[in-house]
Nanobody
Framework: QLEESGGGLVQAGGSLRLSCAAS????????MGWFRQAPGKEREFVAL????????SYADSVKDRFRIWRDNDKNTVYLQMNSLKPEDSAVYYC????????????????WGQGTQVTVSS
């Protein structure tokens, strides 16, 4: 089970930190991804972190603005979002995939319920 938190309304240029808490004791065996979905659009990849927390990857649209990291002791993955833009507005989802991560949301095993991020101009 995954549960996101930290979404909200922020002005353009502002920051938010999303958290995703996992209930599984095997959290450290899962790569974790953040995805987002805006109204009328497909769910898109934002960032991922490997199960060993060595590798990270970002969508070009968020590179150098967002940062993903994980705390395996707390079974939590984070997404720090800086310099937010109105086009970042979406429902953000965290997802878990056993071992190797993927850019494809269809490859993930578990999903959270999502948290809304709204960036005003």
């Amino acid at each position: 089970q995954l549960e996101e938190s930290g979404g909200g309304l922020v002005q353009a240029g502002g920051s938010l930190r999303l958290s995703c808490a996992a209930s599984a004791r095997t959290f450290s065996s899962y790569s974790m991804g953040w995805f987002r979905q805006a109204p009328g659009k497909e769910r898109e990849f934002v960032a991922l972190i490997g199960w060993r927390a060595i590798n990270t990857s970002y969508a070009d649209s968020v590179k150098d603005r967002f940062r993903i990291w994980r705390d395996n002791d707390k079974n939590t993955v984070y997404l720090q979002m800086n310099s937010l833009k109105p086009e970042d507005s979406a429902v953000y989802y965290c997802a878990a995939k056993c071992f190797r991560g993927s850019y494809d949301p269809g490859q993930y095993d578990y999903w959270g319920q999502g948290t809304q991020v709204t960036v005003s101009s």
